[in-house]
């Protein structure tokens, strides 16, 4: 049997959302980061990386 083992990429909230537009705000949320410096694990799939492309200027990638 061959264990599969998910790619994962830790993403961290680094500036607030506060002067951003709603569709940046949304897609921070939809990466489940709320307050800055709040960090999550994610798959790492082509859905997740255009998310973190489209708000590069406010999330570091761990």
Same mark, same amino acid.
């Given at each position: 049997?061959?264990?599969?083992?998910?790619?994962?990429?830790?993403?961290?909230?680094?500036?607030?959302?506060?002067?951003?537009?709603?569709?940046?705000? &949304?897609? $921070? /949320? =939809?990466?489940?980061?709320?307050?800055?410096?709040? @960090?999550?694990? !994610?798959?790492?799939? &082509?859905? $997740? /990386? =255009?998310?973190?492309?489209?708000?590069?200027?406010? @999330?570091?990638? !761990?």
């Amino acid at each position: 049997m061959a264990t599969t083992q998910q790619k994962t990429v830790r993403v961290q909230l680094v500036r607030s959302t506060i002067s951003c537009s709603a569709s940046h705000r &949304a897609t $921070v /949320r =939809g990466l489940g980061l709320r307050k800055v410096g709040s @960090v999550r694990e !994610l798959e790492d799939t &082509a859905a $997740v /990386r =255009g998310m973190i492309n489209k708000v590069d200027y406010l @999330v570091k990638i !761990l």
